[in-house]
């Protein structure tokens, strides 16, 4: 009998069950969240991914906004992991 997996049945590419576990620990491993620049280039996450880590709750997107020299102002956005997926790579 074959082995089940969590993407069987849910359209997923398999593997993204995996990556979305990875990428939610990393997420809860960085309390101030992480750039999206970083988890795909750094880490090999795809936006679509992560977007969709969004969409479903388990991560938000954060904007702050730093001061730079010379009046300059700089956003930054950051993905934290929320308490649903925290709950999710948890459980």
Known sequence: MPRFS???G???KPGQYREQRRALKMLADAPRGVR???LV????FSTEMLAGLVLAGLATVVT???SAP????IKVERIRVTDAGRRAFDG
């Open 10 to 12: 849910t359209g997923r």
């Open 6 to 8: 969590p993407e069987q």
């Open 36 to 38: 999206e620049e970083m």
């Open 41 to 44: 280039v750094m880490h090999g």
């Open 70 to 73: 010379r009046g300059v102002t």
């Open 64 to 66: 702050e906004t730093k």
